[in-house]
Protein backbone atom coordinates (compact mmCIF):
# COMPACT_ATOMS: atom_id res chain seq x y z
CA UNK A 1 0.00 0.00 0.00
CA UNK A 2 1.53 3.50 -0.78
CA UNK A 3 2.21 6.34 1.64
CA UNK A 4 -0.89 8.54 0.80
CA UNK A 5 -3.47 5.27 0.37
CA UNK A 6 -2.17 4.14 3.86
CA UNK A 7 -2.67 8.45 5.05
CA UNK A 8 -5.88 8.34 3.95
CA UNK A 9 -6.73 4.73 5.36
CA UNK A 10 -5.56 5.45 8.58
CA UNK A 11 -7.13 9.31 8.56
CA UNK A 12 -10.63 8.34 7.98
CA UNK A 13 -10.46 5.78 10.90
CA UNK A 14 -9.48 8.38 12.87
CA UNK A 15 -11.84 10.39 11.86
CA UNK A 16 -14.91 7.79 12.24
CA UNK A 17 -13.24 7.46 16.05
CA UNK A 18 -13.46 11.40 16.71
CA UNK A 19 -16.99 11.77 15.37
CA UNK A 20 -18.20 8.29 17.37
CA UNK A 21 -16.51 9.99 20.17
CA UNK A 22 -18.80 13.32 19.54
CA UNK A 23 -22.26 11.51 19.36
CA UNK A 24 -21.80 9.37 22.46
CA UNK A 25 -20.54 12.59 24.20
CA UNK A 26 -22.67 15.49 23.04
CA UNK A 27 -22.86 17.75 25.99
CA UNK A 28 -19.59 19.64 24.74
CA UNK A 29 -20.27 20.53 21.72
CA UNK A 30 -24.30 21.31 22.63
CA UNK A 31 -22.63 23.74 25.46
CA UNK A 32 -20.51 25.78 22.42
CA UNK A 33 -22.79 25.74 20.28
CA UNK A 34 -25.77 27.39 22.61
CA UNK A 35 -23.52 30.42 23.03
CA UNK A 36 -24.20 31.80 19.31
CA UNK A 37 -27.61 30.82 19.62
CA UNK A 38 -28.02 32.47 22.76
CA UNK A 39 -25.95 35.42 21.62
CA UNK A 40 -28.65 35.88 18.54
CA UNK A 41 -31.43 35.27 20.43
CA UNK A 42 -30.45 37.69 23.14
CA UNK A 43 -29.21 40.73 20.82
CA UNK A 44 -31.75 40.35 18.58
CA UNK A 45 -35.10 40.31 21.13
CA UNK A 46 -33.37 42.01 24.02
CA UNK A 47 -31.07 44.50 22.19
CA UNK A 48 -32.05 44.52 19.00
CA UNK A 49 -33.60 47.71 18.88
CA UNK A 50 -31.29 49.44 20.87
CA UNK A 51 -28.40 48.18 18.94
CA UNK A 52 -29.63 48.79 15.62
CA UNK A 53 -29.42 52.81 16.00
CA UNK A 54 -25.35 51.54 15.74
CA UNK A 55 -25.95 50.63 12.07
CA UNK A 56 -27.61 53.86 10.83
CA UNK A 57 -29.79 54.83 8.32
CA UNK A 58 -32.41 54.57 11.14
CA UNK A 59 -32.12 50.91 10.86
CA UNK A 60 -34.96 48.38 12.39
CA UNK A 61 -34.77 44.78 13.83
CA UNK A 62 -34.74 43.25 10.73
CA UNK A 63 -32.53 45.21 9.39
CA UNK A 64 -29.98 44.28 12.49
CA UNK A 65 -30.92 40.66 12.23
CA UNK A 66 -29.32 40.51 8.60
CA UNK A 67 -25.98 42.38 9.88
CA UNK A 68 -25.69 40.39 12.97
CA UNK A 69 -26.38 36.73 11.52
CA UNK A 70 -22.46 36.76 9.18
CA UNK A 71 -20.69 37.82 12.63
CA UNK A 72 -22.61 35.27 14.38
CA UNK A 73 -21.93 32.41 11.96
CA UNK A 74 -18.09 32.94 12.17
CA UNK A 75 -18.50 33.28 15.84
CA UNK A 76 -19.91 29.59 15.81
CA UNK A 77 -17.19 28.45 14.10
CA UNK A 78 -14.89 29.78 16.53
CA UNK A 79 -16.92 28.46 19.35
CA UNK A 80 -16.96 24.26 17.45
CA UNK A 81 -13.34 24.67 17.50
CA UNK A 82 -12.82 25.15 20.99
CA UNK A 83 -14.32 22.01 21.74
CA UNK A 84 -11.51 20.69 19.29
CA UNK A 85 -8.25 21.90 21.34
CA UNK A 86 -10.01 20.28 24.46
CA UNK A 87 -10.21 16.87 22.34
CA UNK A 88 -6.78 17.21 21.08
CA UNK A 89 -5.33 17.36 24.42
CA UNK A 90 -7.67 14.78 25.96
CA UNK A 91 -6.23 12.13 23.35
CA UNK A 92 -2.78 13.37 24.50
CA UNK A 93 -3.31 13.77 28.28
CA UNK A 94 -4.43 10.34 28.98
CA UNK A 95 -2.07 8.09 26.79
CA UNK A 96 -4.13 7.29 23.88
CA UNK A 97 -1.66 9.31 21.37
CA UNK A 98 1.52 7.25 23.10
CA UNK A 99 -0.52 3.84 22.24
CA UNK A 100 -1.14 4.98 18.66
CA UNK A 101 2.61 5.74 18.08
CA UNK A 102 3.43 2.02 18.43
CA UNK A 103 1.00 0.81 16.43
CA UNK A 104 1.64 0.62 12.48
CA UNK A 105 -0.69 4.00 11.27
CA UNK A 106 0.18 6.83 9.34
CA UNK A 107 1.51 9.26 12.24
CA UNK A 108 -0.08 12.41 10.97
CA UNK A 109 -3.56 10.66 10.81
CA UNK A 110 -4.33 11.21 14.35
CA UNK A 111 -4.17 14.83 13.57
CA UNK A 112 -5.97 14.66 10.56
CA UNK A 113 -9.10 13.43 11.38
CA UNK A 114 -9.02 15.61 14.03
CA UNK A 115 -9.02 18.29 11.79
CA UNK A 116 -11.92 17.02 9.36
CA UNK A 117 -14.17 16.22 12.13
CA UNK A 118 -13.45 19.80 13.23
CA UNK A 119 -13.98 21.19 10.33
CA UNK A 120 -17.53 18.92 9.68
CA UNK A 121 -19.05 19.52 12.96
CA UNK A 122 -18.12 23.43 12.17
CA UNK A 123 -20.39 23.27 8.94
CA UNK A 124 -23.04 21.47 10.79
CA UNK A 125 -23.03 24.36 13.96
CA UNK A 126 -23.10 26.82 10.91
CA UNK A 127 -26.12 24.93 9.34
CA UNK A 128 -28.13 24.71 12.38
CA UNK A 129 -27.76 28.45 13.57
CA UNK A 130 -28.22 29.65 9.77
CA UNK A 131 -31.31 27.84 10.23
CA UNK A 132 -32.09 29.48 13.74
CA UNK A 133 -31.21 33.04 12.02
CA UNK A 134 -33.56 32.45 9.18
CA UNK A 135 -36.39 31.15 11.49
CA UNK A 136 -36.46 34.52 13.03
CA UNK A 137 -36.07 36.81 10.07
CA UNK A 138 -33.11 36.88 8.28
CA UNK A 139 -33.04 36.78 4.73
CA UNK A 140 -30.62 36.78 1.92
CA UNK A 141 -32.48 37.80 -1.22
CA UNK A 142 -29.57 39.37 -3.24
CA UNK A 143 -27.11 36.55 -3.20
CA UNK A 144 -26.74 35.04 -6.11
CA UNK A 145 -25.57 30.88 -6.38
CA UNK A 146 -22.05 32.04 -6.95
CA UNK A 147 -22.10 34.06 -4.18
CA UNK A 148 -23.42 31.48 -1.99
CA UNK A 149 -20.82 29.47 -3.00
CA UNK A 150 -18.28 31.74 -2.23
CA UNK A 151 -19.43 32.37 1.29
CA UNK A 152 -19.59 29.10 2.26
CA UNK A 153 -16.08 28.36 0.62
CA UNK A 154 -15.13 31.31 3.36
CA UNK A 155 -16.59 29.35 5.83
CA UNK A 156 -14.75 26.18 5.40
CA UNK A 157 -11.90 28.05 4.54
CA UNK A 158 -12.11 29.67 7.75
CA UNK A 159 -13.41 26.90 9.95
CA UNK A 160 -10.37 24.84 8.52
CA UNK A 161 -8.04 27.91 9.77
CA UNK A 162 -9.17 27.76 13.06
CA UNK A 163 -8.94 23.98 13.55
CA UNK A 164 -5.61 24.25 12.61
CA UNK A 165 -4.74 26.87 15.43
CA UNK A 166 -7.01 24.89 18.04
CA UNK A 167 -4.96 21.70 17.29
CA UNK A 168 -1.97 23.49 18.31
CA UNK A 169 -3.48 25.02 21.49
CA UNK A 170 -4.55 21.66 22.52
CA UNK A 171 -1.12 19.92 22.11
CA UNK A 172 0.28 21.93 24.29
CA UNK A 173 -2.30 21.99 26.79
CA UNK A 174 -1.17 19.44 30.12
CA UNK A 175 -4.87 18.77 30.59
CA UNK A 176 -8.45 19.55 29.07
CA UNK A 177 -9.47 22.86 31.32
CA UNK A 178 -5.89 24.73 30.31
CA UNK A 179 -6.75 23.81 26.47
CA UNK A 180 -10.49 25.64 27.19
CA UNK A 181 -8.56 28.34 28.46
CA UNK A 182 -6.13 28.83 25.89
CA UNK A 183 -8.44 28.66 23.34
CA UNK A 184 -10.87 31.16 24.44
CA UNK A 185 -9.97 34.12 21.93
CA UNK A 186 -11.35 31.76 19.46
CA UNK A 187 -15.00 33.32 21.32
CA UNK A 188 -13.30 36.75 22.86
CA UNK A 189 -12.07 37.93 19.27
CA UNK A 190 -15.56 38.16 17.62
CA UNK A 191 -16.68 40.06 20.71
CA UNK A 192 -14.44 42.93 19.71
CA UNK A 193 -15.00 42.66 15.94
CA UNK A 194 -17.08 44.39 13.58
CA UNK A 195 -19.82 41.35 14.26
CA UNK A 196 -22.13 43.28 16.91
CA UNK A 197 -21.38 46.99 15.46
CA UNK A 198 -19.73 48.27 12.65
CA UNK A 199 -15.95 49.43 13.80
CA UNK A 200 -16.18 53.00 12.89
CA UNK A 201 -18.65 53.44 16.01
CA UNK A 202 -15.98 52.41 18.09
CA UNK A 203 -14.09 54.69 20.39
CA UNK A 204 -10.97 55.81 18.10
CA UNK A 205 -8.50 54.38 20.11
CA UNK A 206 -10.42 50.73 19.85
CA UNK A 207 -10.98 51.01 16.29
CA UNK A 208 -7.73 49.33 14.98
CA UNK A 209 -7.93 46.35 17.48
CA UNK A 210 -11.52 45.42 15.87
CA UNK A 211 -10.14 46.15 12.60
CA UNK A 212 -6.58 44.57 12.15
CA UNK A 213 -7.61 41.18 13.65
CA UNK A 214 -8.96 38.48 11.61
CA UNK A 215 -12.53 37.99 12.05
CA UNK A 216 -13.48 41.68 11.49
CA UNK A 217 -12.72 40.99 7.17
CA UNK A 218 -13.77 37.91 7.15
CA UNK A 219 -17.27 39.19 8.63
CA UNK A 220 -17.19 41.85 6.14
CA UNK A 221 -16.40 39.74 3.47
CA UNK A 222 -19.01 37.19 4.79
CA UNK A 223 -21.65 40.43 4.81
CA UNK A 224 -20.90 41.87 1.55
CA UNK A 225 -21.38 38.27 -0.02
CA UNK A 226 -24.95 37.67 1.52
CA UNK A 227 -26.32 41.06 1.99
CA UNK A 228 -24.99 42.77 -1.10
CA UNK A 229 -23.35 45.21 0.73
CA UNK A 230 -18.95 46.30 -0.40
CA UNK A 231 -16.85 43.99 0.66
CA UNK A 232 -13.61 45.87 -0.90
CA UNK A 233 -10.12 45.39 0.53
CA UNK A 234 -11.39 42.53 2.79
CA UNK A 235 -12.57 39.80 0.57
CA UNK A 236 -8.02 39.57 0.45
CA UNK A 237 -7.64 40.44 4.08
CA UNK A 238 -9.82 37.43 5.06
CA UNK A 239 -8.22 35.18 2.47
CA UNK A 240 -4.73 35.49 3.73
CA UNK A 241 -6.01 35.31 7.20
CA UNK A 242 -7.59 32.12 6.37
CA UNK A 243 -4.22 30.96 4.71
CA UNK A 244 -2.06 32.33 7.45
CA UNK A 245 -3.41 30.85 9.72
CA UNK A 246 -4.10 27.48 8.78
CA UNK A 247 -0.38 27.18 7.70
CA UNK A 248 1.21 28.57 11.13
CA UNK A 249 -1.11 26.38 12.68
CA UNK A 250 -0.07 23.14 10.36
CA UNK A 251 3.40 23.45 10.91
CA UNK A 252 3.21 24.42 15.05
CA UNK A 253 0.94 21.61 15.61
CA UNK A 254 3.30 19.32 13.52
CA UNK A 255 6.20 20.55 15.15
CA UNK A 256 4.68 20.09 18.28
CA UNK A 257 3.27 16.34 17.67
CA UNK A 258 6.19 14.93 16.06
CA UNK A 259 8.61 16.33 19.40
CA UNK A 260 6.43 15.51 21.58
CA UNK A 261 6.79 12.01 20.18
CA UNK A 262 10.17 11.77 20.54
Known sequence: MSSLALAVRDSSTMLR???LHARRYPSMTLNLLLTPVMLLLLFVYLFGDVMSAGIGGGADRSAYIAYLVPGLLLMTIGSTTIGTAVSVSMDMS??????????AIHRGSVITGHVIGSVLQSVLSVLLVGTVAVAIGFRSTDATVLEWLAAFGLLVLFSLALTWIAVGMGLISPNAEAASNNALPLIFLPLISSAFVPVDTMPGWF????EYQPFTPAIETLRGLLLGTGIGHNGWLAL???VGLAVLGYFWSKAVFNRDGK
Request: include cysteine; charged fraction near 20%.
Open 207 to 210: QPVA
Open 17 to 19: RNL
Open 94 to 103: EGIIARFRTM
Open 240 to 242: AWC
